[in-house]
């Protein structure tokens, strides 16, 4: 009996692990999203620079306005960290500092996702006062 194995035999077993379609699907959504919710974006911080700091509080006082506000930065924060992720998980290869890479990315993400979205609330529930 011979002990020969074939290439498919010896390739059997080692494909995905089955979370990778997932997070690609995850990337392309966000990335799409962040295609209208930037132009407005753009148009916005156009309009906005031509007012003063008062209009700007009543602007996104707007319901409308601060919730394409607060989707804005959410996607945003949530595609950088899905593209960070990627990166180190690509190019850094000890363990340890992988680890460390990935939870400072979550972290700042996190983190600056959820300051600037608390404030753009605080001046829309608030009207900007302190």
């Not at 995905?16 to 962040?34: C, F, N, P, S, Y």
């Not at 407005?40 to 306005?65: C, E, I, K, S």
């Amino acid at each position: 009996m011979a002990s020969y194995r074939t290439p498919l035999s010896r390739a059997r077993g080692l494909g995905a692990a089955g979370h990778g379609v997932g997070t690609w699907l995850g990337e392309r959504v966000g990335g799409i999203a962040l295609v209208p919710l930037c132009l407005w974006g753009v148009f916005a911080a156009m309009r906005l620079a031509a007012h003063d700091y008062a209009y700007a509080v009543q602007w996104v006082a707007q319901p409308v306005n601060a919730t394409l506000l607060v989707l804005l930065f959410a996607v945003s924060f949530w595609h950088m960290h899905d593209g960070l992720r990627v990166v180190v998980e690509d190019y850094i290869h000890k363990t340890l500092s992988k680890a460390g890479l990935l939870l400072l990315n979550l972290f700042v993400c996190g983190l600056a996702g959820a300051l600037s979205i608390l404030s753009i609330l605080k001046v829309a529930f608030s009207g900007g006062v302190s």
